[in-house]
């Protein structure tokens, strides 16, 4: 009866798994474009060495696969899913460096269980690189420093400079590695050898698009991504709003039960060893140093700073194969059990959208809203189209859209990399526009938009237009403001 019990166990776990991941392939098909999915192939439409908010490796991504498969929606989120199935691929390789087949197996269903792994499948973000250049980092470094194969420091290297080229946050890879060599008492001499700092070295070279566009382009996008955030962080105001922010946040991306798997882990940890870091085996060394920095710093700043959903996912590589070793077979059938529940909600949300989100991060209604304000267009013979909504509104309608639509660098606002497309503003001098401005958070189908006054400082005269308004199953579920815009007036460029 044992037998057949544990056998039935297994059955059921194998199907949640082979449902959660059914869910993530339909999604593919079902679910809308993102904004992050439509301003990332905005990227991808303007071929260059890196970008103001992020590196290129995401906007390669995508240009190969729309290039490849047409510029539509299934090929942006294939190009994500394929990516990430290579990155489930190298942590269960990475996984046999630590734990039996069995047990690297146990880590890649962990992994897989996570909305993580959905997000990544399923957003363009660049994190979707990042996370498959990370975990190749990782099994090259390790391989680097348990073999006497040399070349693995300099693959290591390259591997590192290419996540340096999906994002910053790859800083954090050979901080982990000096971190392990300095701690492991049985691989500190390595530091005295040139094979460390060469991998630095390659990793540096290897960053070389971005470095040589910030030095192009005055160091903006290393400002942005870099001083400006320590600077808000310097200002120091505590938000317990933030904690809580971060903590939902991350319950809800590993589930609940790994989330507070890796607290217990570390208390475990802490109660064994203390401060007798020189006794902590090397293996869980190494993946405690790829974990405990990015954890720990966004831990640390969360009650003074917002930290993003995705800013902790690098460090869950490393962090979902050192908790493995603490999750108990039950916890782990409960995570499984969790996330199934969790990922058959997100197909009911994808294809009925019962939960309608007050947002305009959601996949719902952008195509309607890319071919009505065509229509609008066409029906006041406007020279172009704007919006304002931070980037999502107007990377959404360029998706669709074969002329450019512009962002809120009209009005002389930031604009993030729409400040940097060589859109020259100049020539729009004394032509007419539809701006469209989303309410996310509507309560009735009022007219009134206080936001629109200060359309009057760029254009002659501005009129507004009927609302467009988002339906489904007859029920309003987006709206937008829409005006007409008359005598552009283009901002004095400083």
């Given at each position: ?6 056998v039935?166990?297994?059955?059921f776990?194998?199907y ?11 999604s593919i098909f ?12 905005l ?11 992020h590196?290129p490796?995401i ?8 290039w ?8 942006i989120?294939l ?9 489930v ?5 990475l996984a046999l460096?630590?734990?039996p087949k ?6 890649t ?5 996570t909305?993580?792994?959905s997000?990544l ?11 498959f250049?990370?975990t190749l ?7 680097a ?7 693995w420091?300099?693959?290591a ?9 999906s ?11 000096l971190?392990?060599?300095?701690l ?5 001499k ?9 991998t630095?070295?390659t ?6 698009p971005?470095?040589?566009?910030n ?9 942005f ?5 320590v600077?808000?962080i310097t200002?120091?105001?505590i ?8 903590l ?8 609940p ?23 902590i085996?090397?293996?869980?060394l190494?993946l ?15 009650p ?5 959903i ?36 997100l ?24 071919k ?20 999502k ?18 009005i002389g ?12 503003l100049?020539?729009?001098a ?5 701006y469209?401005?989303?309410?996310p958070?509507f ?6 938009n206080?936001d ?6 760029y254009?002659s005269?501005?009129?507004?237009l ?6 489904r ?6 709206k ?7 005598n ?7």
């Amino acid at each position: 009866m044992e037998i057949e019990k544990r056998v039935s166990q297994k059955r059921f776990l194998l199907y949640a798994l082979v449902t959660i991941v059914l869910v993530r392939i339909a999604s593919i098909f079902l679910m809308g474009p993102m904004p992050q999915d439509a301003y990332y192939y905005l990227y991808s439409q303007h071929p260059a060495l890196s970008y103001f908010d992020h590196p290129p490796a995401i906007a390669m991504l995508l240009r190969l696969f729309t290039w490849a498969l047409g510029s539509n929606v299934i090929a942006i989120k294939l190009a994500d899913s394929i990516l990430t199935i290579g990155t489930v691929i190298l942590f269960y390789k990475l996984a046999l460096s630590f734990y039996p087949k069995a047990q690297a197996a146990r880590s890649t269903m962990l992994l897989l269980s996570t909305l993580m792994v959905s997000i990544l499948s399923l957003v363009s973000t660049p994190d979707t690189p990042l996370l498959f250049f990370w975990t190749l980092s990782l099994l090259f470094s390790y391989k680097a420093i348990t073999t006497n194969k040399r070349v693995w420091w300099i693959v290591a290297g390259m591997a590192m400079g290419l996540a340096f080229d999906s994002k910053y946050t790859a800083v954090f890879l050979p901080f982990g590695l000096l971190l392990f060599l300095i701690l492991s008492a049985s691989h500190r001499k390595k530091l005295a050898t040139v094979w460390p700092w060469l991998t630095c070295l390659t990793m540096v070279i290897f960053s070389a698009p971005v470095i040589i566009w910030n030095i192009q382009h005055n160091f903006a996008s290393f400002a942005f991504q870099g001083s400006q955030r320590v600077g808000q962080i310097t200002a120091f105001s505590i938000k317990p709003k933030f904690i809580f922010g971060l903590l939902g946040h991350q319950l809800a991306l590993l589930m609940p039960i790994l989330f507070i798997a890796l607290f217990f882990g570390l208390y475990k940890l802490a109660r064994k060893y203390g401060k007798k870091v020189a006794e902590i085996p090397a293996n869980d060394l190494f993946l405690l140093s790829f974990f405990l920095p990015i954890f720990g710093l966004f831990l640390i700043i969360s009650p003074i700073y917002w930290v993003k959903i995705n800013w902790m996912m690098p460090a869950y590589i490393t962090g979902i194969l050192w908790v493995n070793a603490y999750l108990s077979e039950k916890w782990f059938k409960w995570q499984m059990i969790v996330a199934l529940v969790v990922h058959l909600a997100l197909i009911i949300e994808v294809v009925f959208y019962p939960v309608h989100i007050k947002s305009d991060d959601t996949w719902v209604g952008w195509e309607d809203l890319s071919k009505q304000v065509l229509s609008v267009q066409k029906q006041h013979q406007a020279n172009f189209v704007f919006s304002d909504d931070n980037y999502k509104t107007s990377a959404e309608l360029n998706l669709y859209s074969k002329d450019f639509v512009y962002a809120q660098n009209v009005i002389g606002e930031p604009a993030l990399e729409f400040d940097f497309l060589g859109t020259d503003l100049s020539h729009l001098a004394g032509q007419s526009a539809i701006y469209v401005d989303s309410d996310p958070r509507f309560k009735d189908m009022a007219m009134n938009n206080p936001d629109a006054e200060k359309l009057k400082n760029y254009f002659s005269s501005v009129q507004q237009l009927p609302l467009i308004i988002i339906k489904r199953n007859g029920k309003p579920i987006r709206k937008f403001y829409v005006y007409l815009c008359s005598n552009y007036r283009p901002p004095i460029r400083k």
